[in-house]
Nanobody, 126 residues
């Protein structure tokens, strides 16, 4: 049974970078068969979609505010899906979650995802 775990969050200064990873914490097996979405929940706000990569890894999509700064990709050697966060801004802070949907293209709607991780926190100081 798929169990997702995020890692890589932390505190950075404005303009800094972080690399988040999403893995199958149960078996460490590949996530290639899953469309993976990344979501963010800032304090006092609803969870919002940030980026996704389809099970066909050629297809990625990004929320407008992160286009050009965030990159989602698969690391086949590590069996992970990464979210590279560059040029971070204070408004990027929040808990970042990855979610999976089997054999799926890029999906924006959170309700369509089948499995969620517990999240990793990102803080950005000004």
């Amino acid at each position: 049974q798929l169990q997702l775990a995020e890692s890589g969050g932390g505190l950075v200064q404005t303009g800094g970078s972080l690399r988040l990873s999403c893995t199958d914490a149960h078996s460490r097996s590949s996530l290639d068969g899953y469309g993976i979405g990344w979501f963010r929940q800032a304090p006092g706000k609803v969870r919002e979609w940030i980026a996704c990569i389809g099970s066909n890894e050629a297809v990625t999509n990004y929320e407008d505010s992160v286009k050009g700064r965030f990159t989602v990709s698969r690391d086949k050697a590590k069996n992970t899906v990464s979210l590279q966060l560059d040029s971070l801004k204070p408004e990027d802070a929040g808990i970042y979650y990855c979610a999976a949907k089997a054999f799926s293209p890029c999906v924006v709607n959170a309700n369509e995802y089948e499995t969620w991780g517990r999240g990793t926190p990102v803080s950005v100081s000004s």
